[in-house]
Structures are given as C-alpha cells and as structure tokens.
C-alpha cells in the first residue's frame, strides 16, 4: 500500500535542465517509478548523452530542447508536448546555475540578471505554462528546485544573486501552491545543500573552499544528486499527497546553523 504510492505508472514528467546532474537523476527516478520521461535542456549536446543514458536503461524518455529564460518558447513547449506526450503529470522545474560568485558591492548587472533570469525568471515560466494544463485537468504535482542558500545567506560564498533567486523560487513555490491547492496541483520544492554534481563538483573538490564547505556540514559530506532526486520522487509522487508549499531541506544539516 506505501511502496505503490510512489508509482507513476501511467503518468508522464517534464523535467527542465536535465542533460545532466539532478535533473537526470530525477529522470531515472521518475522512470524506474514507471513514468515516461520527458528530458530538456538547454544543451542540444548534454540532451542528447542523457537521453542516451535513460534509453540505455530502457526507459520511456524522450528529450524536448529547451532554454527556461525564453517565455515564449516555455509556452510553446508546454503546448505542444501534451500533444506529443500526452497530459504532462509532473513539471520538475530544476534548471538553474549558480556562478559567478561575485560580492555585492562588485555585481554588474548582467550578472545578477542573467542569474535572475535563469534561476527565478525560468521556473515561474514553467511554472506557469505547465501548471495551466494541470489546473485544466484538476492534477497535477510541481516540484521546483530551491536551495539551502534560499534559506540562509550561505556565507562562504559570495551570491546575493543567487540567494536572493533561490528565496524567490521558495516563495514563489509556497505562492502557488496556495493559489492552486484547491483546483488539484500540488507545488512543493527542494532545497539542497551541497550536491557533488557538475555545478558544485570542481568548488568541492579546490582546497581551502571544499573543505570549508564540509566543515560546515554537520554530516560532514556533499550529497549525491541520486539522493536529490529520492526527494524530487517523493514529491512528484502521491506519497506526498498531503504536501503543499512544502520546502524540503535536503543538506546534511548544513543550514541547521
Ligand atoms: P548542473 O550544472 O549539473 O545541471 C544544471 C543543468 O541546467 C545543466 O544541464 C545546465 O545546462 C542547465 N541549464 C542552465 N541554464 C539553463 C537554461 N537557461 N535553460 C535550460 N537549462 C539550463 O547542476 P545541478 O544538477 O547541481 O543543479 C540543478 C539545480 O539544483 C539548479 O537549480 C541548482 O541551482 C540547484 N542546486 C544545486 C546545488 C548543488 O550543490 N549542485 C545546491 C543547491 C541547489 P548548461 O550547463 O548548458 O548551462
């Protein structure tokens, strides 16, 4: 009876910035769930490798390039996949970057921009675009992916930016689960701490940054983006059917303190 809450059978998820890291990690969780899988980036090339991957493993998954910043094209997108995939069940919003790290006092505005651009702008497009589908039909379950950093300043790096997109993403999040919890579309979203993936990977591994990171980490460890993607199942699944405007903390406790 449990176990068969986290089952998609039957159901499809559109997962943005999933050439690679959380995002295509998710897929492989939503599909070993029994989902289809739908894959975009922004990268024609990390698309077509993690395509590659999923179908390796014998998945239903299918690749839709997509850059989360062009609204128009999110519209579109959203439009015509549920012609050619069918209702689309799950939105994981996860596209994001996190660099340059830049002080306040230095950030030109085409760096904080582009950061709010990608990482607060680009959810709320999806956010948008699929979730108008969802509310047609009356279901649907929204999982955008947050940040420890949306929840604390993080002070070992430098990113207003960032922080401040991320604590965006979290309210917007809680926003529109409020907005729409009555008309049978769930919003929740995740906010890890440290992910060994390709955006955090090389900072983990420079000495003097990596290690202050981890002292900083009550479990003492990066996670894994298997471990985000655990959470992202748990969400998008009717395992957390009670759960909206929820924002999980998935980061070895690093924001405890
Ligand atoms: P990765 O860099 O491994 O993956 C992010 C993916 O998003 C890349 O494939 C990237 O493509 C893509 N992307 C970037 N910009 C766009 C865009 N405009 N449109 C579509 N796709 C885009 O990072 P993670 O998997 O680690 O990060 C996933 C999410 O998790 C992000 O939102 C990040 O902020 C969040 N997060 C990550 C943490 C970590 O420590 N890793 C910690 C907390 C939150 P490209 O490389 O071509 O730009």
Not at 44 to 53: C, D, F, N, T
Not at 58 to 63: E, I, N, V, Y
Not at 207 to 236: C, H, K, Q, Y
Request: aromatic share 8%; with cysteine; net charge negative.
């Amino acid at each position: 009876m449990y176990l068969e809450k986290y089952r998609l059978n039957g159901r499809t998820a559109f997962i943005t910035g999933a050439g690679r890291g959380i995002g295509l990690a998710a897929a492989h969780a939503f599909a070993e769930a029994g989902a289809r899988v739908v894959i975009s980036d922004q990268s024609e090339v990390l698309l077509a490798e993690g395509l590659g991957i999923l179908k390796d493993a014998g998945h239903d998954a299918h690749a839709v390039q997509l850059d989360v910043t062009r609204s128009d094209d999110v519209r579109r997108v959203a439009d015509d996949a549920q012609q050619q995939f069918g209702p689309i069940d799950i939105l994981f919003a996860n596209a994001g970057i996190a660099w340059p790290d830049t002080g306040g006092e230095d950030m030109t505005d085409d760096v904080w921009l582009r950061m709010i651009d990608i990482n607060l702008n680009g959810v709320f497009w999806c956010c948008r675009s699929f979730g108008r589908h969802m509310l047609e039909r009356g279901r649907g379950s929204i999982v955008t992916t947050g940040s420890m950093s949306g929840l604390i300043s993080n002070r070992p790096q430098r990113q207003a930016h960032y922080n401040a997109a991320k604590a965006g993403v979290h309210h917007l999040t809680r926003s529109l689960a409020g907005e729409w919890a009555a008309r049978g579309v769930r919003v929740n979203s995740i906010a890890p701490g440290y992910i060994d993936t390709t955006m955090s990977g090389a900072g983990l591994r420079i000495p003097g940054l990596g290690d202050v990171w981890l002292e900083a980490t009550p479990m003492g460890r990066a996670g894994t983006a298997e471990e985000i993607a655990s959470v992202a199942l748990f969400l998008a699944s009717d395992a957390s059917s009670l759960l909206t405007g929820a924002i999980i903390v998935a980061d070895a406790g690093y924001s405890i303190w």
